[in-house]
């Protein structure tokens, strides 16, 4: 696992061959069987592969047009009803304080990084997109006003193959019993 964990890298230029039925799949499997606080699973994932509404998508992403040479888009979106009864109206955005919503964030996270290793895995390169405001990217997928949408995956074949970015040592973020 460290190996993928050290190869992976956000890709940007993709080749315009699809991604097959049972590679997705297995993306989206590791998103499924990933952990979550008290097992509320609070992901949902819409999966885009038409290039009109990956291009609505890619609008919405601040016109980022690399985007659009993924032939699919996977957007992770967190949903606080799995962890809580929704009251009617209720409006999350990147504003939102309530605790449910953070934690199903994070869990939805813990989902994503499971699917991007997978793409590795399959061969697939990926990139997390999270550069869009809610009240933009809800109306063009559908998604309801208390879902949270977490980010977009572009998702395929790698056409490009990014040096690895500077980390940094372990003695710089890891502490011992206390801070």
């Keep these: ?27 989206l499997e590791a998103g499924r069987l990933s952990p979550s606080g008290n097992n509320k699973q609070p992901w949902q994932f819409i999966v885009i592969q038409s290039a009109q509404q990956r291009q609505a998508v890619m609008e919405v992403c601040h016109n980022q047009t690399w985007m659009m040479t993924a032939p699919a888009f996977i957007i992770a979106v967190a949903d606080i009803a799995a962890r809580v009864e929704v009251e009617p109206g209720l409006y999350l955005d990147e504003n939102s304080p309530h605790l449910d919503l953070k934690c199903a964030i994070r869990d939805t996270a813990i989902a994503v990084g499971s699917m991007l290793l997978e793409a590795y895995a399959q061969g697939l390169g ?24 977490l980010g977009v995956i572009p998702l395929g074949y790698p056409a490009e193959q990014p040096a690895a970015r500077p980390r940094k040592a372990m003695s710089e973020i890891v502490r011992a019993e206390t801070w």
Aim: hydrophobic share 35%.
């Design 126 to 149: 990926t990139c997390w997109v999270g550069f869009f405001d809610q009240a933009e990217i809800r109306p063009v997928l559908g998604i309801p006003d208390d879902k949270y949408v």
């Design 1 to 27: 696992m460290i190996e993928s964990i050290q190869h992976r890298r956000s890709i940007r230029k993709y080749l315009p061959e699809p991604v097959s039925p049972e590679k997705l799949r297995a993306v």
